[in-house]
């Protein structure tokens, strides 16, 4: 055998077994992949899952991205819905916590409307996506899917601004009350000036403004809020909307509607908060049922102050209670015209700007020459006597549709 050969076969068998043994190697890192994939697989899924979801949740949310969650995820962050935090007109709302520690409120959304739920839900999608300001409430996400609908908010601690007005045992001090309209005002004044386009509430009530930990103002619920167009001031509307109480004259006459109707549904919250009560109590006396006609009965008179001091309102806090209370006379004036937008509100309650008396919102009840049986308790004073004849028109149009609620 020549030398030339041999040398070619030892090559030969060096370069196969260098073959077979990496072929060998490929096969047990194959092997131990395999094995470890199948022990762990449910784990790895899920890990990946989460860890996805957290970064996109981060990602999204630096974004100011609403982000879509599933049903699992849900019942997961609830702990399988286990804790209610209240419930309203579209749902119930439940609290949670996301995988990062982050607290939220889940709003599960009634499913049985299913239009107008669905109308609700993608205009609160589309909108707060959109939307980001210290005094509204974030919108984390959602979740669309055929069997649960729902929102997924910033978990707001101290709830909402009607169980601090209106439960006498959630007591808070007025000048944080003070605060706290300066706050909702803020948020609205954003939505009407702030965003690409205009947003209106439709819906500003003190159950739809929420306190964090701190007890600063945060507006939620754009359920029904619609996006439009600022050339077009006017939205044309389907149906009635917002709560009997707060909602504009506008909103259930056939008139057109603008941003206006939310400064003057501020305007009524804007009184509950300067007098700790609700804008008609129906357990009182007639005359005493709507508040907003007695405040402007009192400043007619120059009574304002006077009418703050037996509310629990400190001495020092009377004059800026009475400065709300003008405000709100502002905002809840008839003609949406007369209204002051909410950045002039917003001026007005800061004191950058002179508040001066508003004309009388009341004005067109006494215009119309309709009959008014509200008996003031005084009997003197063209006020009284005006207003003596307008329970016609308070009863069809505001009154009435209060109770009704
Ligand atoms: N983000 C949140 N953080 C903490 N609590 C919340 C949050 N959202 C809602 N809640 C609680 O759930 C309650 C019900 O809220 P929901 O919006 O469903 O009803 P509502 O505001 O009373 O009526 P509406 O359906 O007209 O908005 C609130 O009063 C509040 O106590
Ligand atoms: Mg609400």
Redesign the pocket.
Known sequence: MSSAFLITFIVVVIVIVIMIVALFCDFVKWICCQEGQSTTDDQTQTITIYAQTVERFLDDMAKEKPIRFSPQQLESFTGKYSRK???????I?YKGKYPNGVEL?V?VLNSSATEEVKEQFMAEVRTIGRTYHKNL?RLYGFCFDANLKALV????EN??LD?ILFYKNKSIEWEKLHKIAIGAAKGLEYLHHSCEDIIIHY?IKP??V?LDSNFSAKV??FGLAKLCDRDRTHVTMSGGRG?PGYAAPELWMPFPITYKCDVYSYGMMLFEIALGKKNLDITMSESQQWLPIRVWEKLERGELCDFMGFNGVKDEDITKASLLCTVALWCVQYFPEARPSMIRVVQMLEGSVEVTTPPNPFQHLISSGIGLAVCSQTTEGTSENSYKDSTHIMKKYEIELAISS
């Open positions: 935090l209240g419930s309203g007109g579209f749902g709302v409120a709003k409430v908010y910033e978990y707001m709830g909402s169980s819906d159950g739809n929420l939620a619920d709560t």
